[in-house]
């Protein structure tokens, strides 16, 4: 089965209630720098540890110096813990002078010539480090831990972090894998045009029973996004539910530019069109400054990306992103999925385990 991607309608915007804002004390930001920086000149030897940032001894040090950090740290990467689902918390003191130019593709970002880049991958883990469990996909970015989104020639109409021109559409990060993260991370390195992240809640929505009951069949599957490839016919689809009740409000899977809806009948088709047009409703737009970090619920939140036109001059807007699990139980149902062949990158300990029971690389569980 090929991807599905349609022509979705510009969103209009709605101003609402802005998302939680937290603080992170100066101190504390200027800790995580510190520490990041200690942590790259011991590696500086190790260009091993630039390209992919899960080498075991880059691993150990994250892990102890995020232990080290101050507890405003952790209070500060907390899970969103409003019906928003998301909070912005500032700000890292990012020297644009020192960033370097923006790089055209991800591969550049992540290359040891870029230090400031590095510097800045270090303190996301140790920050995504103190809310979690950060972890990446074979699939994406050659494995790398933190990503880099950045506008890419020739990707700019693609549903994928690295396009720009075209509205992307409000999504859960990686909806068609069961291991997807609990929380991402966005972190703000430059934004001169001001594009704002889109942001909407299934618990700021408003679905009637019967909305409700349609949308937790699993009616249609969500298919891999094209940043992990385009064939997966070799795997057998899941159809899995787009809406789920929660100990703590409703949750969401949600990916329509890759879900066949054309598949399903009209009454679902009719629910999940309604479920579009609430989350079109309850977005917010987030319009991150530099070093500033955007923290969602991936359970709780979709999240996409306004439209905007590309500079390819070294300013444009760049982002890190990285995912995180938490000891966070879903559905026992997801067990039995796929995940069409993709396989995370498991360096750190999960809560509870220790670093030296456990091999440096870990697939689906
Ligand atoms: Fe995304």
């Known amino acids: 089965m090929k991807n599905v991607l349609r022509e979705r309608k510009t969103l209009h915007l709605e ?9 992170l004390p100066e101190e504390a930001a200027a800790a995580v720098l510190c520490r990041a920086e200690e942590i790259a000149v011991t590696l500086a030897e190790s260009p091993a540890a630039h390209r992919t940032l899960d080498h075991p001894e880059l691993i150990r040090l994250v892990d102890t110096h995020a232990a080290a950090l101050p507890g405003a740290v952790r209070t500060a990467l907390r899970p969103p813990d409003t019906a928003a689902g998301a909070t912005i918390i500032g700000r890292l003191p990012v020297d644009d002078g020192d960033l370097g130019p ?7 970002a992540a290359d040891p010539a870029c230090p400031a880049s590095f510097r800045l991958d270090i303190a996301m883990l ?17 494995g790398r831990l933190v990503n880099n989104i950045l506008p ?10 690295a396009s720009s021109t075209i509205l992307l559409s409000p999504h859960t990060e990686d909806a068609f894998h069961p291991e997807r993260a609990h929380l991402l991370l966005l972190g703000c390195l430059r934004n001169p045009d001001r594009v704002g992240t889109t942001v909407s809640s299934i618990r700021q929505a408003e679905l009637d029973s019967d909305t409700r009951r349609r949308l937790a069949e699993p009616v249609l599957p969500i298919l891999p996004d094209v940043s992990y490839g385009e064939d997966f016919s070799a795997h057998r ?14 949750t969401l899977r949600y990916d329509p530019a890759y879900t066949p809806l054309d598949d399903a009948d009209p009454e679902y088709r009719c629910a999940y069109g309604h479920l579009g047009s609430e989350l079109e409703r309850t977005c917010h737009r987030a319009v991150l400054e530099p070093g500033e970090l955007l923290l969602m619920d991936n359970d709780v939140v979709v999240h996409g990306r306004v439209p905007f036109t590309p500079r390819y ?16 139980r879903r559905a026992p149902e997801e067990a039995r999925e796929s995940g069409y062949g993709q396989v995370t990158v498991r360096p750190f300990p999960a809560a509870g385990e220790e670093i030296s029971n456990r091999p440096v690389n870990r697939g689906m569980q």
């Open 102 to 108: 923006t790089p055209r593709d991800w591969r550049h």
């Open 126 to 142: 140790l920050l995504a480090r103190c809310a979690g469990e950060p972890f990446g996909w074979q699939g994406q970015q050659s």
């Open 237 to 250: 689809p899941a159809p899995v539910p787009t809406v789920a009740p929660g100990a703590a409000g409703p």
């Open 152 to 161: 890419t020639p020739g990707h700019e109409d693609e549903q994928s972090g």
């Open 313 to 328: 001059d070294g300013t444009d807007r760049w982002l890190k992103r990285v995912n995180i699990r938490l000891a966070r």
């Open 15 to 23: 101003k609402l209630d802005p998302i939680d804002r937290r603080e």
